[in-house]
């Protein structure tokens, strides 16, 4: 420990404690029910809408959520809030477009399982180029996503015991694989779900202490504005082009794999409005939470700015409540994180396992040994993930957002036109994923006018143009893709027949 640092608190150390085991129970737990490569990727696609709908916002909202944008928000005021209200429209976007039609599309197009499986089957693409192409992608950006939650937790528990940074970082790391190696998919969903619920506890109780203890919002406002007028206000140092590249985050949920799974694991098709209420609901709370957190820390701790603004969440835990209560909240920011991570390896382990072995390597591979290479994968990623991040002074924000991009960019357009256009071929799709993933990578480097605005906004439109100009080019797709496609279609109608029946 750092003689300098925080004392480890036995209250603190007990809460985390329980959480942790609490963890480790629900992988166990769930180990007896995988015993196929389905049920390891996609949980036998049994999940209720309630597990589903806090699965996906638990694992959408890492460690950023409760770090990097209160964060944000402490050090530019109310502006960075435009990020907030982009990704809420995205998010039912998603929902409202998305959910459902995947949900049907992937068990009509061969039970597909992961997204480069659906792909495949959705083109029927024998060569195995959408596979390699989506894999790649999959693995280039989660190994910085995975990297990011890695940072969050190490910076967590460096700031709470004054463990040293390297030791918190490989700690969380084996935590996080242990049950994610054992129980497979309905082990991070079951505990995305807990996780998830202690994350919107703590973003309701944590700020209105807060607004308490320094006398109510309209005393913590005229704080703010005393410090600086400009922070009460969305709109400033704010051009079009700035709300835009912020707003533009929400464009990211249609390309982000660890959500789109959730879809397709989804109990049934009937089931996704009920989630899709939950996971709103949640969200818009636990987002404007985390805003309220940043805002409160503006004028709480205005006369001793804090070092490192990405921890402001974890200062007012600390000040404001006792230990217990204290390592119950902090754990919250562990459940962010391990909430996200698990879901991330969880889909380079299905890219490696199922898009890579068994597609080129191992094609009558025994579901035994599949869920073994499955579990391998996620050993190997982790550690690798791990070594990146090892550098503590990375921000967290910074990654999650280069890793949101190059996913939503690459992925976005390409779902969402195979979901609704029978016309789009193969070599649109994988040029169009190219053309996005390598438009955030450029578009990263370079700085100035409109190379300002944020890298998924112009990776999504390019991946379309590319989309519908390759598509326009190439001769429309017959025989078994059109199949498929009309058989979705006709499954959506009779799904929305039973709705419309049982209301």
């Not at 090892?390 to 992925?411: C, I, K, M, Q, R």
Request: hydrophobic residues 55%; neutral net charge.
């Amino acid at each position: 420990r750092d003689p300098n640092g925080p004392k480890m608190d036995p209250g603190l150390i007990a809460a985390f404690a329980v959480y942790l085991v609490g963890m480790l129970v629900i992988g166990i737990l769930c180990y007896r029910l995988t015993d196929s490569l389905s049920g390891y990727m996609l949980g036998g696609r049994q999940l209720n809408p309630g597990v589903a709908a806090l699965s996906a916002g638990a694992s959408d909202m890492s460690g950023w959520l409760l770090l990097g944008l209160p964060g944000a928000v402490y050090v530019g005021g109310l502006s960075q809030a435009w990020i907030a209200v982009g990704l809420t429209i995205g998010a039912y976007l998603n929902w409202q477009f998305v959910a459902k039609r995947l949900r049907v599309y992937t068990e009509v197009a061969d039970d597909a399982i992961t997204i480069p499986d659906f792909l495949s089957s959705r083109f029927q693409d024998r060569s195995g180029l959408l596979r390699i192409v989506s894999a790649v992608v999959i693995l280039l950006f989660f190994t910085f996503y995975v990297s990011a939650g890695l940072v969050a937790g190490g910076i967590l528990f460096q700031e709470t015991f004054g463990i040293g940074y390297s030791t918190a970082l490989w700690a969380g790391a084996l935590v996080i694989v242990s049950y994610t190696l054992i129980g497979g998919f309905l082990a991070v969903s079951w505990t995305d779900f807990v996780q998830g619920s202690l994350m919107f506890a703590a973003l309701v109780v944590v700020p209105i202490v807060a607004l308490a203890q320094m006398g109510g919002a309209g005393e913590t406002v005229a704080r703010v504005g005393e410090i600086d007028v400009s922070l009460n206000d969305m709109f400033t140092d704010m051009t079009v082009l700035g709300i835009v590249s912020l707003m533009a985050w929400g464009l990211g949920y249609f390309g982000q794999p660890q959500i789109l799974v959730r879809f397709m694991a989804v109990r049934r098709a009937r089931d996704v409005p009920l989630a899709r209420l939950i996971n709103m609901v949640w969200m818009v709370i636990a987002l404007y939470g985390a805003i309220l957190v940043g805002y409160c820390g503006i004028a709480f701790f205005s006369d001793q700015p804090l070092a490192n603004p990405e921890t402001v969440f974890i200062e007012f835990c600390r000040l404001l409540f006792n230990p217990w209560i204290a390592g119950i909240l902090l754990a919250a920011i562990l459940a962010a994180v391990m909430s996200t991570i698990d879901s991330q390896l969880l889909v380079c382990s299905s890219a490696l396992t199922e898009d890579f072995y068994r597609a080129f390597l191992r094609k009558n591979a025994s579901q035994r040994e599949l869920v073994t290479i499955g579990r391998a994968s996620v050993i190997a990623i982790a550690v690798i993930a791990a070594i990146l991040a090892e550098d503590a002074h990375t921000s967290v924000l910074d990654l999650v957002g280069y890793a949101w991009a190059g996913l939503g960019a690459a992925f976005g357009p390409i779902i969402l036109i195979a979901l609704y256009w029978r016309a789009m071929t193969r070599n649109a799709a994988a040029i169009g994923m190219i053309v996005g993933a390598v438009t955030v990578v450029v578009w990263k480097q370079l700085s100035g006018g409109l190379f300002d605005i944020y890298e998924l906004l112009p990776g999504f439109v390019l991946n379309a143009v590319a989309v519908a100009v390759v598509s326009r080019l190439e001769t429309r797709p017959k025989g078994r893709v059109g199949e498929l496609f009309e058989r979705t279609v006709e499954a959506l109608r009779k799904s929305s027949e039973t709705e419309t029946q049982a209301r």
